[in-house]
């Protein structure tokens, strides 16, 4: 989940598996050194933040008594889309707004609107994943929506990279008394995105109007999925947009 993973590497003497946790952190700022600073201090270990081929910063460890706490909860590998979020979260709200914060911080932000409205994001590979998510905001009186959009290739270093995947997913949530929630009960801990949700918040009234969830969208949704379309392919057909009705 997030910018983490965990690989296997081999085996260690006793012959139990051996792997490498990786966290990737996009770049190097003062929410990497803060990310960095965090995981040493809690792990009481020195990882360096290095970069790799890509000259993506990243920080990684191999020491069995770290690795084995994410194993335990964690897939391996590859995300393939088919990660499920650790049942535990449903039974401790606490550790639900630890998780949903952090995943937030590498995989969510806020983002505009042509109507001027703002909501705040997440994106992920795993249809699965969202709808857990949006259970998990539920727990906290948090109401979502959800979509999809397509992958597209991107260019690393000069060189095409061609989409592995088709679709990703995200949920959306919009709205005063949503977003506060958001704020108050889960909150970013990335500064930047922090701020910018604070100050949407200051900058719109209790009262004004904003539709959280169109009932007829799910359905919607579904039709899209079925014959193979997206949200911009109903924006083009209909002149209206999907998640800003």
Known sequence: FGDGSITLCGKYKDGN???????????RNSHSQFVSMNFNKLFNTNCIIRDDSNGVPYISTKRRSI????VKILPNGRKNGTEKIPDELYENQEKA?????????ADGGVE?????????????ISKRSIMAARSLLL???????????????????????????????????FGFESLE????????????KSNKLVDYLKSISKEKS???????????LNHLEKNNMSGTDFKTITGSDLWNS
């Open 67 to 70: 690795v084995e706490k994410f």
């Open 139 to 173: 727990c906290f009186g948090i109401r979502s929506t959800m979509g999809r959009k397509k992958v597209k290739g991107s260019i690393i270093k000069g060189r095409y990279q061609k989409a592995t995947r088709k679709w990703s997913y995200r949920l959306r949530i």
């Open 97 to 105: 707004a630890n998780f949903l914060s952090g995943w937030f911080d």
């Open 210 to 220: 904003i539709k959280e969830i169109i009932p007829a969208r799910e359905m919607i």
């Open 17 to 27: 598996n051996k792997f490498v946790l990786n966290f990737c952190l996009g770049e």
């Open 112 to 124: 505009k609107h042509d109507d001027k409205n703002m909501s705040v994001g997440l994106s992920c």
């Open 181 to 192: 929630k958001f704020h108050r009960l889960i909150g970013f801990k990335h500064k930047n």
